[in-house]
């Protein structure tokens, strides 16, 4: 599991990237700075362009981090060229299932996850370089699941701009009063496995 | 994950008890659920230690605050 299939959108072709597991908070940080840096040259163009900033343009990693202090969290990534294209914050401290099937079950919940701005098409256009990253992080929250017995249930509350993406293979349980009004979504057991099986989304 | 390390645990029966109790509503091994508790443990213990305060709300939306050593 410590592989994750991208797109490398120039060339139309699917890449090996390696999947880390467990990053330490200096490694998230440095991620965060980078990221950051590109992150304002790409805002100013999308400025002048007046076009709209990404929804998460805010997140700051470096806070984030703080959390991995704390066994309840990690953070994987996904490595590819000595550069991080994607990050995703889990809690392994367990949520309780929403889903009628999943009633009082232990849940893992993802609580950020993100591509590399010059992997989003909102910061670069058609300039994005590899695709794939969000689905390779999911599938590595389900297995995260499984290892922690959870039977690869997993939950999340989605930014507006990636309900679409999340609709396609997760459960709506519709918009969460208590969370920001963000729309909570859950994969049910059935789908994780399939996902694991390498199914289609 | 990490390197994994044993420990034997002596509980008593009734500590036992309610831990399969928790196995079995959680459909959880003890292992699982022991992690459980110690990643509550941690986090709420380092929360309260600066300065947070736990409730826990009922179904009438009333909070009671939760004493944790």
């Keep these: ?201 | 994950m990490a390197d994994k390390k044993t420990m034997t645990v002596n509980l008593s029966d009734a500590e036992m008890r309610a831990l399969e109790e928790i196995c079995e509503q959680k459909d959880l091994s003890k292992t699982a659920v022991v992690r459980q508790a110690l990643r509550l443990y941690q986090l709420v213990n380092a929360k309260i230690a600066g300065g947070a305060k736990l409730f826990i709300e009922d179904e009438k939306k009333e909070k009671a605050e939760l004493m944790v050593i």
């Design chain 1, 1 to 201: 599991m410590n592989r994750a299939q991208l797109w490398e959108r120039k060339t139309d072709r699917v890449v090996s990237a390696e999947l880390l597991p467990s990053m330490t908070p200096e490694q998230v940080v440095q991620t965060g700075e980078n990221w950051q840096r590109f992150r304002v040259q790409a805002r100013a163009r999308l400025r002048r362009e007046r076009a709209p900033v990404p929804e998460h343009d805010h997140w700051d990693w470096d806070e984030k981090s703080h959390d991995l202090k704390f066994t309840a969290y990690r953070c994987l990534g996904i490595r590819y060229e000595d550069e991080i294209q994607g990050l995703m914050m889990i809690s392994t401290l367990a949520v309780e299932g929403r889903l009628l099937v999943h009633k009082g079950k232990p849940v893992l919940y993802v609580k950020y996850i993100e591509s590399a701005p010059w992997n989003l098409k909102a910061y670069v256009g058609a300039e994005a370089r590899f695709g794939g990253i969000g689905i390779s992080l999911i599938r590595a929250a389900i297995a995260v699941s499984v290892e922690e017995e959870f039977r690869g249930r997993i939950a999340l509350h989605s930014l507006p701009q990636s309900e679409p993406f999340y609709g396609r293979f997760m459960e709506d349980l519709g918009i969460d009063p208590d969370v920001e009004r963000l729309r909570y979504f859950e994969v049910s057991e059935e789908r994780a496995l399939k996902f694991m099986r390498g199914g289609d989304v």
